[in-house]
């Protein structure tokens, strides 16, 4: 009887909790950019469309390899292929290089991004970052894709 209801007592807070805290679940640490690049690269992505954080271990790539076949996958943070797609595109749109992706994200670090939910290139040569800071405030900036100045930057 006592468990059951220090059970229901506990159960509020729990959830309380849950919805107070940062939300890290769907978000990677920035400082794996590389890796994920990396691991991108070494599956044939020549450019890439967008980076998406499916939990703090998982990921999703998407943009094309050399020979334009549009690639969507999903990848663990210990470069195990979840699932792949790969259509001929063509009209093969522009993309982020590798050395874009890792500049983008230097420039989010500077501003106080920690972990990333995503990173995508948009058709008009933007690039857009969303993420959360150390503090659990979310922070979305967007960037000239060529020269990496801020556009906009908003904390939430």
Known sequence: MNLR???????????LLAACSPGQSDTIPL???????????EHGFETF????????????????DDAQLRME????LDGDLLRE????????????TA???????????????RRFKEIEFEDDG??????????GDELNIRLD???FTVLSLERD
């Not at 209801?5 to 959830?15: F, T, Y």
């Not at 400082?31 to 994920?36: F, L, M, R, V």
């Not at 469309?49 to 094309?64: I, N, Q």
């Not at 050395?99 to 991004?113: K, W």
């Open 5 to 15: 209801l220090l059970s229901l007592a506990v159960a509020p807070l729990i959830v």
């Open 126 to 135: 933007v690039i857009e970052l969303e993420g959360i800071t150390e503090d």
């Open 85 to 96: 797609e790969r259509v001929r595109d063509p009209d093969h749109a522009a993309g982020m």
């Open 73 to 76: 996958t999903r990848f663990n």
């Open 49 to 64: 469309e967008e980076l998406e954080a499916e939990s703090d271990r998982e990921f999703v790539l998407k943009g094309w």
């Open 31 to 41: 400082e794996s950019i590389q890796a994920i690049v990396d691991i991108g690269q």
């Open 99 to 113: 050395q874009m992706i890792l500049r983008s994200a230097a420039v989010a670090r500077d501003h106080g991004m």
């Open 145 to 147: 894709g060529n020269d």
